[in-house]
């Protein structure tokens, strides 16, 4: 990574090459450098774009597995609680065949926005896939899923999409067991 003088970062791909004299010792080097910024530019778009949720900005179901994953490690590892809560926008398929997919897209987006303001900074929010969600507690025992989870449900139930009305979900809450 490197400044311009305009002060404006970019990214560049560089070879050094040591000259010698005639005995062999180092007397100075020579580089060259080319601007990469729009190669180093493509592939974070393709790395975000394979970790996370188009539509939503969650992370996707890919990235989620892998987390879920690390988390499950971690909790066996350390011995700490880890809990996830699912959720389900109720009546999804009828908001898209009533309202359209426009519609159906705008509820997602404001659900999802929803779930990431109600959870704390280490909770992870994954789109699962369609209208399902997860939100992986990691340190949570199940009273706090629990308690949590009714959180999440009276937020998003307080939504109030201009066209459908009101949000709803159906959450479950799970915690991994000690020794299991």
Known sequence: TNRRKDGSIYYSEQHISPMR???GKITHYI???RDITDRVEREQALRQAANTDQLTGLYNRYRGARL????HREARQDDLPLSLIICDVDHFKQVNDRFGHLAGDRVL???AQA???SVRSTD???RWGGEEFIVLLKNCDI????TRGEFIRRRVEGLQDEQVGQVTLSLGAA?????E
């Open 124 to 126: 992870l929010v994954i």
């Open 109 to 111: 987006r404001s659900v």
């Open 68 to 71: 879920l994953g690390d988390a």
């Open 175 to 179: 915690a991994l067991r000690a020794n």
């Open 21 to 23: 004299d005639a005995q």
């Open 143 to 146: 009273d706090g899923a629990r």
């Open 115 to 117: 779930l990431k303001q």
């Open 31 to 33: 580089s060259v450098s």
